[in-house]
């Protein structure tokens, strides 16, 4: 049998595998340029129209005012401790509901499918959502931004946890069954342990996007720095919006900075 002949079979593999991945390429192509057109994204006219609109209201946006910086000390202490708090009760919630929507620790799979329903349909209602709706049941304030921060990210949180958990080594559980633990035991001592790190670093990160979703849930009435925002918005007071933003962006980059800390502390 001749070289050429040997390989034929791997190169008739190869070239298959090559024309369906160039294949799928293509309809992806299709279906993004579609998107963009649907989106008006092609739209020349409109955009050239745009530009110079939005270049003058940057031009009003400075140079920035931050002569009310006092009234933004509170808004900022309440957007910071939504993120901490909603993200806090989050993870408490999720370990529980991540080990009854993991196949491996699930005692049922009827269990299984009702809790990760349970995840999806959280994670599918947008936190701006369950603002307005927290906000029309417990009032105005940080509260509702705490609540909607925190249901939203239990579906999300959860379902990182429920995944690292089934993602486990099942050798330290098979001894610790071995060895005579109940199932509660099992999942502290042969699970726990393997996806800690993995909890952590999913509850910093989270943090990190809840502080930043929170400083707009002041728009929907939840207060935080996202009110004095909307405020200085309406009444188009754009160097004072422009010192706002400065401001979340330095708290945001502080943020980035501490959770960067804390996870290199996790590892």
């Known amino acids: 049998m001749s070289l050429s002949a040997e390989f034929s079979p791997f190169l008739r593999a190869r070239r298959l595998a090559w024309n369906k991945a160039f294949v799928t390429i293509v309809i992806l192509a299709v279906v993004v340029a579609g998107c963009c057109y649907y989106a008006g994204l092609f739209d020349v006219e409109r955009l050239t129209e745009g530009f110079p609109s939005l270049g003058s209201l940057i031009g009003e946006m400075f140079p920035p005012d931050f002569e009310q910086w006092k009234s933004w000390v509170k808004p900022l202490v309440d957007t910071l401790a939504m993120s901490v708090a909603g993200t806090a009760i989050a993870v408490i919630v999720s370990i529980p509901l991540a080990v009854l929507a993991a196949r491996n620790t699930s005692p049922h799979p009827v269990v299984y499918f009702v809790f990760r329903g349970l995840l999806n349909g959280l994670r599918s209602i947008p936190e701006l959502i369950m603002g307005i709706v927290f906000v029309a049941a417990v009032g105005f304030g940080a509260l509702p931004g705490v609540l909607a921060l925190a249901f939203h990210s239990i579906g999300m949180v959860a379902k990182f946890f429920a995944e690292s958990i089934e993602h486990v080594d099942p050798a330290p559980v098979e001894a610790a069954r071995a ?89």
């Open 179 to 267: 060895s005579g633990c109940n199932s509660l035991q099992v999942i502290v001592h042969g699970i726990f342990p393997q996806v800690f790190s993995q909890m952590a670093d999913t509850a910093i990160y989270r943090w990190e996007y809840n502080f930043r979703a929170s400083t707009v849930m002041g728009m929907v009435g939840a207060g935080g720095i996202g009110f004095e925002l909307i405020g200085s918005l309406r009444i188009m007071q754009y160097q004072e919006v422009s010192a706002i933003l400065i401001v979340i962006l330095a708290m945001v980059t502080l943020v980035d900075a501490f959770s960067s800390y804390l996870r290199k502390k996790t590892q």
